[in-house]
């Protein structure tokens, strides 16, 4: 298969699971609002005009041509509201209509239905249940995703192979680059180890990851281990005496141990003089856990800086200045990472499949992160609207005032005209961008 194919490929198959994480996180909202009673006219996957819909069970499911978005129609999304008086100034006037065309459609939809079948009807613990059901639905989504690639495939690390042999032993301090003429040649090699040999147990310990393999023998100065190894499919036991010599300490993370001056910790441990192959190392289900959280800390701080990273973006877009490798991306760019993925000559089927799940699980994490968002037309708006409301309800019953009733939270319409036009520039820019100044992540 050519290059061309190979990286359309990779972007139809962006494509498909965009729209299935679309179609999922709508499905999110759907559940739950099926089960409160809520009444869900309209479930579709895409935007523009609808290539198959089919009626069921009162929900009008369906297909539209760009499978970039969805949305699930919900009958009452905003309660009556009090008659507003009309502004002195154009934009004033235009500001009320958006938020009178908000509260006809929400009227609308209530056609033909009882007032307690609306969104708005509901407790308000229900609400937040039916708004983040869509961005939980997409963070077990990547939950999957990223559990198939660490425990099904494995992440790149060092793998119980033995990758080279070092000819001696040199410390941490050491400014040669080769060994002396005179160094005595490293354990290992007196041994007799090879490049090629999988490490399998170390007196008696089974060995499962190089990390063990190192902690054992740093603990192990002076004292005799036998390493069992795989070679030529056969299991043979070599002999190997560590050495004491000076290594800067890390911690178990792989992080740097300093010292109160700031300098990197040097220790005296025992060295064999071996180093592992690098491959795809099969990882706990646990493991996850930690990557997605470090995953949600990073897309957070990215949507923080959000402002800042945009102007880079624009500089490198509309200048001279690199694209940060780190920065956002629109639709376009990810298809363009995914169809590099699918079409590079440097790595293998498996090797592509796992990196594309990858794609897919950070895409994901970025949806779970983005909708939470407090601002309309986000889910994190309806949510920020439910919390305002009950924190409302809670003071009027702390004060003894009457209840206040729902908040009408259509009020803020001029807002989210706002806020849609920003991300439509935002989707623009970044479009253009990733069209003139691609971030390449293969070279």
């Known amino acids: 298969?050519?290059?061309?194919?190979?990286?359309?490929?990779?972007?139809?198959?962006?494509?498909?699971?965009?729209?299935?994480s679309v179609g999922l996180h709508e499905f999110g909202h759907l559940i739950p609002a099926k089960l409160f009673g809520v009444r869900v006219r309209q479930y579709m996957i895409g935007f523009g005009p609808t290539i198959f819909s089919r009626k069921i069970g009162g929900t009008?499911?369906?297909?539209?041509?760009?499978?970039?978005?969805?949305?699930?129609?919900?009958?009452?999304?905003?309660?009556?509201?009090?008659?507003l008086r009309t502004p002195r100034t154009s934009v004033g006037r235009f500001f009320q209509k958006l938020i009178t065309d908000a509260r006809e459609a929400s009227d609308e939809s209530m056609r033909g239905t009882d007032a307690s079948h609306a969104f708005y009807h509901l407790p308000?613990?229900?609400?937040?249940?039916?708004?983040?059901?869509g961005p939980v639905m997409n963070l077990v989504l990547a939950f999957i995703l990223l559990s198939i690639v660490v425990s099904g495939f494995g992440v790149a690390g060092a793998t119980t192979t033995v990758a080279s042999v070092a000819q001696c032993i040199l410390p941490a301090t050491s400014t040669e680059s080769e060994c002396p003429a005179d160094?005595?040649?490293?354990?290992?090699?007196?041994?007799?180890?090879?490049p090629g040999d999988i490490v399998v147990s170390i007196n008696g310990t089974k060995i499962d990851s190089w990390s063990q393999a190192t902690s054992i023998t740093r603990a192990s100065a002076g004292i005799p281990l036998d390493y069992v190894v795989l070679r030529d499919g056969a299991e043979k036991v070599v002999r190997i005496t560590p050495v004491v010599t000076t290594r800067f300490d890390v911690n178990p993370d792989g992080t740097p141990v300093l010292e109160a001056d700031g300098s990197q910790k040097i220790v005296d441990v025992g060295i064999a003089g071996i180093s592992p192959?690098?491959?795809?190392?099969?990882?706990?289900?646990?493991?996850?856990?930690?990557?997605?959280?470090?995953?949600?800390?990073?897309?957070?701080?990215?949507?923080?800086?959000?402002?800042?990273?945009?102007?880079?973006?624009?500089?490198?877009?509309?200048?001279?200045?690199?694209?940060?490798?780190?920065?956002?991306?629109?639709?376009?760019?990810?298809?363009r990472v995914a169809g590099e993925?699918?079409?590079?000559?440097?790595?293998?089927?498996?090797?592509?499949?796992?990196?594309?799940?990858?794609?897919?699980?950070?895409?994901?994490?970025?949806?779970?992160?983005?909708?939470?968002?407090p601002l309309l037309p986000l889910d994190g708006g309806h949510i920020a609207g439910a919390v305002w409301e009950s924190l409302r309800r809670m003071w009027a019953k702390m004060t003894h005032r009457a209840d206040p009733g729902p908040v009408d939270v259509s009020r803020l319409m001029p807002l989210t005209f706002i806020v849609v036009v920003m991300m439509l520039a935002m989707s623009a820019l970044l479009?253009?961008?990733?069209?003139?100044?691609?971030?390449?992540?293969?070279?």
């Open 60 to 83: 009008e499911y369906g297909l539209k041509a760009v499978p970039l978005g969805g949305f699930v129609s919900m009958s009452g999304m905003f309660p009556p509201g009090k008659t």
């Open 431 to 443: 479009i253009y961008a990733d069209l003139v100044k691609p971030i390449t992540l293969l070279g």
């Open 1 to 20: 298969m050519t290059t061309f194919w190979l990286y359309a490929l990779g972007v139809v198959a962006f494509l498909i699971g965009l729209a299935v």
């Open 124 to 133: 308000v613990y229900k609400r937040i249940i039916i708004m983040v059901g």
């Open 341 to 373: 993925i699918a079409a590079t000559d440097v790595a293998g089927p498996q090797e592509k499949f796992v990196a594309l799940l990858s794609v897919l699980a950070s895409l994901n994490i970025a949806l779970f992160a983005f909708n939470l968002i």
């Open 277 to 335: 192959a690098t491959g795809l190392v099969r990882e706990p289900i646990t493991a996850v856990f930690p990557m997605m959280g470090t995953a949600i800390v990073q897309t957070g701080q990215l949507i923080v800086n959000l402002p800042q990273k945009l102007v880079g973006v624009s500089e490198a877009a509309f200048g001279t200045a690199p694209r940060d490798i780190n920065g956002p991306l629109s639709v376009v760019g990810v298809g």
């Open 183 to 194: 160094a005595p040649l490293s354990p290992a090699a007196q041994a007799g180890l090879r």
